[in-house]
T-cell receptor
Framework: QKEVEQNSGPLSVPEGAIASLNCTYS??????FFWYRQYSGKSPELIMF????GDKEDGRFTAQLNKASQYVSLLIRDSQPSDSATYLC????????????FGTGTQLKVEL | GAVVSQHPSWVICKSGTSVKIECRSL??????MFWYRQFPKQSLMLMAT?????????EQGVEKDKFLINHASLTLSTLTVTSAHPEDSSFYIC??????????FGPGTRLTVL
């Protein structure tokens, strides 16, 4: 069974710090990796996707992928209170076709 | 990013009635639509995958006769919860597939069954 694991948190970081969110996955054939942000009571919003090993940066967000170790992470620089949300890691399978497996999410709290 | 709309955003109904939720991809054609359900404090649970013009593929444990999915066009998919009961109360979210794997979600529909 394909699994995506995340620490549920909450992860608390002070405003302005770097928040580091981690995710591991079990299917070694996974090809695509996504980070979604979900505010309470709202649907998930796509933040970033990454397909290749290494880092991918977009503004304050950096996604990191290590397929050999089967983990993907999300770094948020200069964390703001508005970043407080649950972050969902999602993994696409080897066959593509858009089907994703989601982790249970990590709750991030950015404190003033 | 791609925009997906859902209607209604919330609905309250009596037990035994049916509820239809619409999902539209507004600025792209979604060859595949995904329907999820999310209970409080839990992650998204995939219910079914539908391709335009084809029957939906349901996940294990999801009753296809209870959750009717129609994907009539590349921009519209509907989920009908038939004979709803209080245990069906949940947050229903649709996702439109774009490209190889990317999914963009609608704003969700909160269903409360009395």
């Amino acid at each position: 069974q394909k699994e995506v694991e995340q620490n549920s948190g909450p992860l608390s970081v002070p405003e302005g710090a770097i928040a580091s969110l981690n995710c591991t996955y079990s299917d070694r054939g996974s090809q695509s990796f996504f980070w979604y942000r979900q505010y309470s009571g709202k649907s998930p919003e796509l933040i970033m996707f990454i397909y290749s090993n290494g880092d991918k940066e977009d503004g304050r967000f950096t996604a990191q992928l290590n397929k050999a170790s089967q983990y993907v992470s999300l770094l948020i620089r200069d964390s703001q209170p508005s970043d407080s949300a649950t972050y969902l890691c999602a993994v696409g399978g080897a066959g593509g076709g858009n089907k994703l497996t989601f982790g249970t999410g990590t709750q991030l709290k950015v404190e003033l | 990013g791609a925009v997906v709309s859902q209607h209604p955003s919330w609905v309250i109904c009596k037990s035994g009635t049916s509820v239809k939720i619409e999902c539209r991809s507004l600025d792209f054609q979604a060859t595949t639509m995904f329907w999820y359900r999310q209970f409080p404090k839990q992650s998204l649970m995939l219910m079914a995958t539908s391709n335009e013009g084809s029957k939906a593929t349901y996940e294990q444990g999801v009753e296809k006769d209870k959750f009717l999915i129609n994907h009539a066009s590349l921009t519209l998919s509907t989920l009908t919860v038939t004979s709803a009961h209080p245990e069906d109360s949940s947050f229903y979210i649709c996702g439109g597939g774009l490209g190889t794997d990317t999914q963009y979600f609608g704003p969700g529909t909160r269903l409360t069954v009395l």
